[in-house]
């Protein structure tokens, strides 16, 4: 069972003032019990109402009125999402909120999420069902033979992306397993493109084959820096199709980057129907 633990607003929060280190200290170490007893799915402490808006509708006509909100007492300031098995659970771990918050003096507010289980059977329901099938991400994984860390950090130096992780063999709890050549090879590396992810590993010995039958899209507004790109990515490289105006995109091309990977790039893409 999925249950939202609200913090209530009081004077403090809406005043944007800042929680202490302690408080800080032993929210973190709160969180840290529940992550660890596997409960603690996620959470934030919210800005003041003065920061925020409601958008009030009358029949169906929308208002938008800025804060600040009164009835303090009524407003939210924060929350957790707890994963457990009952709602006695989910009081048992409220009651362990930190004494430390206001000292001491809090009002804590646990309501249960609905899941699709509790509504009839009906079409809208299996809509909202064929959504839930949805992966949370959609990533591309790439095998290198031996020049990963090379390649990822030059794709982070053409697309400004940023490099979110590179990881040897030889940091892993695997490393007595693998020969000592490999250890200073990338086992894990995440290049964060706006939100998608381009990962990459290298492969050992035998185990690495040239990717082949599949390409990186990347598609820009601006047609110069799409060229830009597109140049840096050929450079030692080979063109596969060159960069020019096409009858689905304003400019599009292909080519192989030095390390092997297969890269579409495109500006002004028209999409398909």
Partial sequence: MKYMLMRKADADTEN?????DDL???MADYNERM???GV?????????TREGCRIQFRNGEPTVINGPFEQTSELLAGYSVLEVDSFEDAIAWAKQWPKEDA?????LELRRYFTLEDFAPSPA???HRSQEKLPREMNVHVAFGGNCREAMEFYAEVTAGTLEAVITYGETPAAEDVPKEMHDRVVHSSLNIRGRRLMGADMAGDCYQAPQGTQIHLEYDDTEQAERVFRALSEGGAEIMPFEQTFWAHRF???KDRFGVQWM???GLEQCQ
């Fill in 16 to 20: 944007g003032v800042m929680p202490t």
């Fill in 24 to 26: 800080l200290q032993a």
């Fill in 35 to 37: 992550t660890q007893a």
């Fill in 40 to 48: 603690f799915t996620g959470g934030d402490g919210l800005w003041p």
């Fill in 103 to 107: 000292g001491g003096n809090v009002t």
């Fill in 125 to 127: 329901l299996e809509k």
């Fill in 253 to 255: 091309g292909m080519t």
């Fill in 265 to 267: 790039i495109s500006s």
